[in-house]
């Protein structure tokens, strides 16, 4: 079945760039997606990419798409303390639902 | 507009207790769905519902029924409480247009503790 895998923890300091990285197995995914959560909340979409793509930027944040290795990654430049969070990566269903198929999540923790 | 709200927020059960989790949404979606987030595991789908009057098993629903109420609200109900059900529980909407991304919005979540 569909599976998506992060690393756990990434732990950086304030003004370096994060990159984290998750892997998908559905090759049929249509869209993919890093959603964020801070502590305490629900998710929240922070951005998406379009499988036909390769990369999406927007303001901080990069968007990587290999579709061969099925391997999405998410870059924040100038990482900031507010941006300490959980981070998950979501592929939609290749179905003709909308589920998403989420992964573990990734701490990033910003050190000052 | 509040978007995805969810009562209660925070619940302790005992075993064997029953409950019910309320959603509702105001944009007018038409898919919600139920999630578990524990920890190192991301969040499951427990259920959700494509449509009004329509529902489904996610990848994680037993213990578990919900009712979609009408297109506003879907609810979770825990008929007989055990501790593994002890977790976050989310509810989210979404449009179901074809062709488009289809952001899922989030509640607050509410934290269950089954002792």
């Known amino acids: 079945g569909e599976d998506v895998e992060q690393s756990l923890f990434l732990s950086v300091r304030e003004g370096d760039s994060s990159v984290i990285n998750c892997t998908y197995t559905d090759s049929s995914s249509t869209y993919l997606y890093w959603y964020k959560q801070e502590p305490g909340a629900g998710l929240q979409l922070l951005t998406y990419i379009f499988s036909n793509m390769d990369m999406k930027q927007d303001q901080r944040l990069t968007v990587l798409l290999n579709k061969k290795d099925k391997h999405l990654s998410l870059r924040i430049a100038d990482t900031q303390t507010g941006d300490s969070a959980i981070y998950f990566c979501a592929e939609k269903d290749g179905g003709a639902t909308n589920k998403l198929i989420f992964g573990t999540g990734t701490l990033l923790a910003v050190q000052p | 507009n509040a978007g995805v709200t969810q009562t209660p927020k925070f619940q302790v059960l005992k075993t064997g207790q029953s409950m019910t989790l309320q959603c509702a949404q105001d944009m007018n979606h038409n898919s919600m769905y139920w999630y578990r987030q524990d920890p190192g595991m991301g969040l499951r789908l427990i259920y959700y519902?494509?449509?009004?009057?329509?529902?489904d098993k996610g990848e994680v629903p037993n213990g578990y029924n919900v009712s979609r109420l009408n297109k506003r609200e879907f609810s979770l109900r825990l008929e007989s409480a055990a501790p593994s059900q002890t977790s976050v529980y989310f509810c989210?909407?979404?449009?179901?247009?074809?062709?488009?991304?289809?952001?899922?919005?989030f509640g607050p979540g509410t934290r269950l503790t089954v002792l």
């Open positions: 519902s494509a449509s009004e009057g329509t529902t």
């Open positions: 989210a909407s979404s449009e179901a247009l074809a062709g488009v991304y289809n952001e899922q919005f």
